[in-house]
């Protein structure tokens, strides 16, 4: 059975050899997952702004993460603040959340939507609370609608 195992990096090695040895398959993108419960209650991230201050963020309170010459950043109504974890990082980390990835370099609370804008060429544009717009791209946009209901 092909499984995706979402776990922190440090017993990712360890418990993938487990689960091979149990007969099972680790695919990113097999339909059932294995999910380490930690690793999913996780309430906050850490971010950085441009003089080094850490602030500690609930996701709750983030309306997209950003990735931008191989930074990522995290956006706030108050704040554009950096993080140490990459996007496809985030995204897994965010997978049980409100979070969804629309494009290569975002990652959306679908919760901070203010209004979708159909687009041409399957596309859709989001306008965040924040007034900010991001689209939603091909490659992302059937997953997407039905992560929403659409």
């Known amino acids: ?12 090695e360890s418990l993938q050899k487990k689960l091979i040895d149990k007969g099972f398959n680790i695919n990113e993108k097999a339909a059932f997952v294995f999910y380490e419960k930690n690793y999913a209650e996780k309430k906050y991230i850490f971010a950085r702004d441009s003089e080094y201050n850490i602030s500690m963020l ?5 309306i997209y993460f950003e990735s931008d010459d191989k930074r990522t950043f ?20 965010l997978l049980l ?3 969804y990835r629309i494009n290569k370099s ?8 203010n209004k979708i804008i159909p687009w041409i060429g399957s596309k859709l544009v989001l306008e965040m609370n924040n007034g900010e717009k991001l689209s939603v791209t ?3 946009y059937d997953n997407f609608k039905k992560r929403i209901g659409l």
């Open 1 to 12: 059975m092909d499984i995706q195992l979402i776990c922190d990096e440090s017993i990712r």
């Open 74 to 93: 995290v956006v706030t109504e108050e704040a554009k603040l950096e993080v140490k974890e990459k996007l496809y990082e985030l995204e897994k980390q």
């Open 106 to 113: 975002h990652i959306i609370n679908i919760l901070k939507i």
């Open 138 to 140: 091909r490659t992302y």
């Open 97 to 99: 959340k409100n979070f």
């Open 58 to 62: 609930k996701f709750e309170n983030i």
